[in-house]
């Protein structure tokens, strides 16, 4: 109906009656309508009560038996700093029993559905007194699958049936107290320091106890920090997505155990934070770094030319690109011809092997569209 008035306001010349299809609600009014006329004018417009408070008990149970043998009880009649306590040693628990399954991610997915469809259940079922006698339950549930689904980088848990604020506010009391609760503590760290280059952290982690904990934690800000590289160091972040894939695949596969996982992630943390330094002992710019990275600087071929000819490259190519880019140059084919033309004059300049050129001509130039909007500017 307010689609409508909208409608009427900006088509003023509009037939009396007419719904203009705003919004591209044509389709499900058509279906609503079909509905109604058919039924003759009695169809049903809501579910009943208590065949949402059926699927609700269905889904919870299905949930219970997530955490078959888990006690949390403290959720409901524990402290604050209790009830935040729990929620390690749970997402511990779900890690563990998805690290055990055929295909961990599925299972992991799979409790996330579940409180889901948990969720909007009962948010149908309220007040209903089953409704209410689970509803701290329901709200343990929501705050375990909100801890995992930060956590979670398939983006495969991005959907509009999230639990939103009110649900949760009728689902559970509110976690309040009068004293200082340290979440850091209460995740078993010590330090709010959650830089994934700090030694610090990279310590805490590791002596976790909720090992599968670690794993997801340190797989998710590895993830994160390859996503910020990836905007500008084009073969850096390649490099790193591979190993962190490579490692994770592993586990999941059984391959090596969780603490093998977990120094192999904080090695993986180190490498990144070595790589920072790369500039300084290579005596280059950040920019400078990401083009000697794109020469192929792990060939054979190319390493023999030496590390002070791909410096002179990759701080020649810089120059040359940087004075003859636009902002828009990635979709005029003309100017993109220019630039190719004068990376291949850089390469054959310094003796870049002939055979490698084409190859590394196209690397430059996907690098170069991640630079170029700064450098348009």
């Not at 009830?83 to 029993?97: D, F, N, S, T």
């Not at 390859?226 to 591979?242: D, M, T, V, W, Y």
């Not at 994770?248 to 596969?253: A, D, F, G, L, V």
């Not at 192999?264 to 000697?292: C, N, P």
Request: aromatic residues 6%; contains cysteine.
């Amino acid at each position: 109906m307010q689609t409508i008035a909208r409608v009427n306001r900006v088509f003023k010349d509009k037939p009396g009656g007419l719904v203009v299809d705003y919004l591209g609600l044509a389709h499900e009014l058509k279906q609503a309508l079909a509905i109604y006329t058919e039924s003759g004018g009695h169809g049903r417009t809501a579910i009943d009560q208590e065949e949402a408070v059926a699927v609700m008990l269905e889904k919870y149970e299905i949930c219970c038996d997530h955490f078959h043998g888990f006690d949390w009880s403290k959720w409901t009649d524990g402290k604050p700093a209790e009830k935040l306590g729990l929620l390690p040693a749970a997402q511990e628990y779900i890690y563990a029993r998805a690290a055990k399954a055929k295909k961990p991610d599925e299972h992991k997915q799979k409790f996330l559905r579940a409180v889901t469809e948990l969720s909007q259940a009962f948010a149908l079922s309220v007040p209903h007194t089953k409704a209410i006698e689970i509803r701290d339950d329901v709200g343990f549930f929501q705050a375990v699958r909100a801890a995992i689904a930060k956590s979670d980088i398939s983006g495969k848990d991005k959907s509009p049936g999230d639990i939103d604020a009110a649900i949760r506010q009728i689902i559970s009391r509110a976690v309040a107290s009068d004293e200082v609760v340290d979440i850091f503590a209460a995740a078993g760290l010590k330090k709010p320091d959650i830089s994934i280059l700090s030694d610090d952290f990279l310590a805490e982690v590791r002596g976790m106890p909720q090992k599968n904990l670690a794993v997801e934690l340190l797989r998710k800000l590895l993830n994160n920090e390859i996503k910020l590289r990836s905007k500008k160091f084009l073969i850096q972040s390649k490099s790193f997505a591979e190993l962190l894939e490579n490692s994770i695949r592993k586990y999941q596969n059984r391959a090596i155990e969780t603490a093998q996982v977990i120094e192999e992630l904080i090695q993986l943390a180190k490498q990144m934070r070595q790589a920072d330094t790369r500039g300084k002992d290579l005596g280059l710019s950040q920019d400078e770094v990401a083009f000697y990275d794109a020469l192929e600087t792990n060939d054979s071929a190319v390493k023999a030319l030496g590390d002070t000819n791909l410096k002179f490259i990759a701080q020649e190519l810089v120059k040359t690109i940087r004075e003859n880019v636009s902002i828009d140059w990635t979709a005029k084919e003309s100017v993109r011809a220019k630039l190719r033309v004068m990376v291949k004059r850089v390469l054959r300049k310094f003796g870049y092997p002939p055979d490698k050129q084409e190859k590394a001509t196209q690397t430059v130039l996907l690098q170069a569209e991640l630079l170029c909007a700064d450098w348009a500017g």
